[in-house]
């Protein structure tokens, strides 16, 4: 197996300002081609770290990939360092620099020729790496036999970069990771179930747990993995979501689509979040028509004709005002089948009987009528993100059930 | 200045499946206490790194912080190592682990009783760690003046134990850093513009550019900071973000309850992203009354009163269905302003006269209506975001602008 590390550089990434995306994207791209990523580092633009880790690494691992510092601001500083580690003098890469400045309109020009210095110069010995996107060049070079890429940090540079320098004999294969997503199980009951896929050795399993959903992750040989996957999907019928969807809202959109049945909401406490999560899926419009947020108790009269007599009687958080809300979306949407969502997200509005957390659903469609509480613990984005989740998965196996 | 190095385990962070964030969110609070964060690393599970790590840094910084491996899965294994690490065997810390069981309901003590083996393990001679979210407990102990922390990887478990346990004495300072957040600027022309406040010796100036907000980060000492912010502000007039507000959400809720005004929305192509944002805000409820995501014409029509002619002369995306919108919702709602958004997020949906992208704004209220197009470029997220944002900001300055 060939190992990897990758280094971000970045003073704004330690202190946690921004957070690092570069290394991840293509840990997830080397992990399918069947690299081992054995370290992510995040290090400072202008310490000593650069170095010493390259020299500590350089002969241990095959690949070394570093993002950031390469720009042409105060705080770019991987060029040098990569010149200090390789003890040799910075040159001059005016081929592949005057390559970039091709890429632009003739009045960028005069602008990147004043950063023409910074921006082209490499450590003398290495190879100077075109930019497709922006002007900073990148740099390669092979260090007893370890192979180092730097790219500047800006993501679309990164990615792209990364791409057409590691594509051919680095990223070639995309076949060995599979994932299966699994609702309404708990991680360690999954675990138990799932036990005889998990015990075989030539299989290398991940067990990551969201709220709402368990992603299944195996690793292995293409036909092996093939073989796990159907032996994951009948020990779980019913709750894994359909290939092709990592998410419940693309579950939601994918299973709607296929039986051609549309969708409303009506959202109280998730203000949205559910009407969000569904149009984040291209070709949603196709079935979602929309959600009726009715965060204020007037709103949920005046749109949704919940009564008043609900609201005294019951509360706005009741499966009598769910089952209204549901059953108002419905009506003034005109869809086959709807989803509401009332619930107290917190920190305030909690009672003894009716604490923060509590959230009742309700689905409507088709002459059936569901409601369900759920109880969540967190803060009001625990609450409401669970929430979301919670509404998604009910939707989605609604839509399941039905033919 | 105090040192700290903080590292994540899990082989979930280095396959890319997930995206460290307990490291980023702890070096933010450290970074504003007045610590240096070192570095970041992102080690595997079950490997050899962890102990090796621990080695070198023990005695060279003050504090090293693990976030993960501490679950009662097969692939937690950060107690183990740091036992390894300090060579004494795993003992049980049963009074912490009763404290945590204690929170339970009785009906899921079971379940947990059958994980106290592993989840109440720590290493001979450190301290268990109580655990206010999960059950996991975490391990403090000091070697060579470092003092070591291991939480769960759990997001929510992570940071309600950082908070415990570093609030007093490693998290105390709060004045050391500060933020700007400014609307409607390119960060080239802002740089520009704020050269007197950057190129002041004593301060240290990061700009962090946002979709639609930038944010301008200070960090000195805190008579200096004090000066340096109001400079900014008053080179800036109407343009910063309100004190106490990070995002652009936060100030319009800020100011709508300044001004005891109430909000709603009609979004079309954001689905429920700009009520989710608004929702996000606690106390958001006293303000915000609803947002009617209306997705497909029919809905537009039946709820919002967008007429036909509009629909059919201009089309759904178009300065007069998006005041009609806003002029709907303000009706439905009863509210005091409103905010619509109608456009293309793409990838299907484009022509050439209207372009993926394009997206149409209205506010309206107390009189006044105001319409605007922006096109974003991007893919469909980035032109969700965008729009949301450019959204949020032209209701924030709606706003403020009303007395």
């Given at each position: 197996m060939n190992h990897a590390v990758l280094i971000a550089l970045g003073d704004e990434?330690?202190?946690?300002?921004?957070?690092?995306?570069?290394?991840?994207?293509?840990a997830e791209k080397l992990t399918r081609a069947g690299w081992k990523v054995d370290k992510i580092e995040i290090l400072s633009d202008g310490g000593p770290d650069l170095e010493e880790s390259l020299k500590y690494l350089a002969g241990r691992v095959d690949l070394i990939v570093l993002s950031g510092g390469l720009g042409p601001t105060h705080d770019d500083?991987?060029?040098l360092a990569l010149a200090r580690y390789l003890s040799v003098p910075l040159g001059e890469d005016r081929n592949t620099y005057d390559g970039v400045l091709a890429r632009y309109p003739e009045?960028?020009?005069?602008?990147?020729?004043?950063?023409?210095?910074?921006?082209?110069?490499i450590p003398l010995g290495t190879r100077g790496v075109h930019n497709p996107v922006g002007s900073a060049l990148g740099i390669a070079c092979t260090v007893r036999g370890t192979r180092i890429f730097a790219f500047p940090?800006?993501?679309?540079?990164?990615?792209?970069m990364a791409e057409q320098e590691l594509a051919q004999d680095i990223l070639m294969?995309?076949?060995?990771?599979?994932?299966?997503?699994?609702?309404?199980?708990?991680?360690?009951?999954?675990?138990d179930h799932l036990a005889p896929v998990i015990e075989q050795k030539d299989l290398h399993i991940s067990i990551l747990p969201f709220p709402g959903l368990i992603e299944f992750v195996l690793r292995g040989e293409p036909e092996r993995l093939e073989q796990a996957e159907a032996r994951v999907r009948s020990l779980l019928p019913g709750d894994c979501l359909p290939p092709g969807a990592s998410s419940l809202e693309e579950a939601v959109i994918l299973e709607s689509r296929k039986r051609n049945r549309t969708l409303s909401c009506a959202e109280s406490c998730t203000g949205g979040l559910v009407g969000a999560a569904l149009t984040e899926i291209p070709?949603?419009?196709?079935v979602f028509l929309g959600s009726a947020v009715c965060y204020s108790n007037q709103a949920k009269k005046s749109i949704l004709s919940v009564s008043q007599e609900v609201l005294d009687t019951y509360g706005a958080v009741s499966p009598q005002c769910a089952l209204s809300m549901a059953q108002g979306a419905l009506r003034i949407y005109g869809s086959?089948?709807?989803l509401a969502v009332t619930g107290i997200a917190g920190p305030?509005?909690?009672?003894?009987?009716?604490?923060?957390?509590?959230v009742w659903f309700s689905t409507c469609g088709s002459g059936i009528e569901e409601t369900t509480m759920r109880r969540f613990f967190g803060n009001r984005r625990a609450v409401r993100d669970r929430a979301l989740m919670a509404g998604l998965e009910m939707l989605w196996r609604r839509i399941v059930k039905e033919v």
């Open positions: 990434l330690l202190s946690g300002i921004r957070q690092e995306g570069n290394c991840s994207w293509l500083c991987t060029r009045e960028n020009r005069a602008g990147l020729e004043r950063s023409r210095e910074a921006q082209s110069a940090g800006v993501p679309a540079e990164f990615r792209a294969n995309d076949l060995r990771m599979t994932s299966v997503f699994v609702a309404g199980w708990p991680e360690n009951l999954l675990k070709g949603s419009s196709e086959d089948l709807s305030e509005g909690g009672s003894e009987e009716k604490p923060v957390g509590t």
